[in-house]
């Protein structure tokens, strides 16, 4: 049968992960022969063991594709205004063209505070409001990394969203609310799920895409799949054995999702990459002003 639609495709974010890195090394070279290294700063304060684990994958992902990292480690005890200070001084250093605070931060700091305080040029996590309103508006601005993630993924497999119903399922301001921004902006009919919401499966039948981010197992079965649909699951949890494992019942819907992303190896590896990819385009954005 022509053009019939494939059936348990896997969408590798470590293989499209090592694609987009090759080109960032390149752009990045291209920057360097300029005389301008993208330069990104990560801030840790405390001991979170996750926390240290994302940090070490971020800098090493950095160092990979050529980009200079600094990575500032500071005591649980480090009070909110020292942070503040430090965010202050990577502002007005030229040398870093991105911010990132790990979060959670300890809880005696404002983490919004602390978002806040990071200039919307450098904020490549795009967690800022200046950068949520830019993505609200449809202006320039840096797109959170796990959804950026999950929009290339889509354009990997050259998903055409315009007229397709799109059903999120979480609002968190990290992943469900930017996710269907992006979403809308491709001309997609969005509908966003979350723990208030009555019949889920209902929705779910009726999603071409589903997007699946909020960290709880089996959050998404094969019965509330509809034969063809794509399914990107953002989740990070552990099951009863201890393995990674994400929100969607990846054996069931496998069986009937056209494409799907595994974790682990799906959307992860694709946030650190465009974390590098807002950084090497705030680099780029700074060599346009200095030609």
């Known amino acids: 049968m022509k053009n019939q639609a494939p059936i348990g495709q ?27 290294k993208p330069g990104l700063a990560v801030i840790l304060v405390g001991e979170n063991p996750a926390s240290q684990v994302y940090v070490r994958n971020k800098v090493r992902a950095c160092q990979d594709c050529g980009l200079h990292s600094v990575l500032e480690k500071h005591d649980a005890r480090m009070t909110e205004a020292d942070l503040l200070a430090r965010i202050d001084a990577l502002n007005n250093d030229p040398s870093i063209h991105g911010i990132l605070v790990q979060l ?41 990394c796990t959804p950026y993630g999950c929009m290339k993924m889509l354009e990997s497999i050259g998903f055409e969203l315009k007229g397709k119903h799109a059903v999120v399922i979480g609002r968190s301001n990290i992943v469900g609310k930017p996710m269907a921004l992006m979403l809308l902006q491709k001309n997609a009919t969005v509908t966003i799920c979350h723990s208030g919401t009555q019949n889920l499966k209902d929705l779910t039948l009726q999603a071409d895409l589903i997007v699946a981010a909020v960290g709880k197992r089996n959050v998404v079965t ?57 950084t090497l385009e705030a680099a780029e954005r700074v060599a346009s002003q200095h030609p």
């Open 10 to 36: 896997i969408i590798d974010g470590v293989a499209l992960s090592q694609a987009l890195r090759a080109d960032i090394a390149s752009r990045t070279q291209a920057l360097l022969a300029r005389g301008i």
């Open 104 to 144: 959670p931060v300890p809880a005696h700091i404002n983490a919004s505070k602390v978002i806040e305080a990071i200039a919307p040029a450098k904020d490549v996590d795009g967690f800022h409001i200046a950068s949520a309103g830019a993505l609200m508006t449809g202006m320039p601005g840096f797109w959170p």
């Open 222 to 278: 094969a019965d509330m799949v509809k034969p063809g649909a794509v399914v990107l699951d953002v989740g990070m949890n552990r099951n009863p054995e201890g393995k990674l494992c994400g929100d969607v019942d990846f054996a069931g819907v496998k069986e009937l999702a056209s494409y799907i992303t595994p974790v682990p190896g799906g959307v992860g590896p694709m946030t650190i990459t465009m974390l590098l990819v807002n």
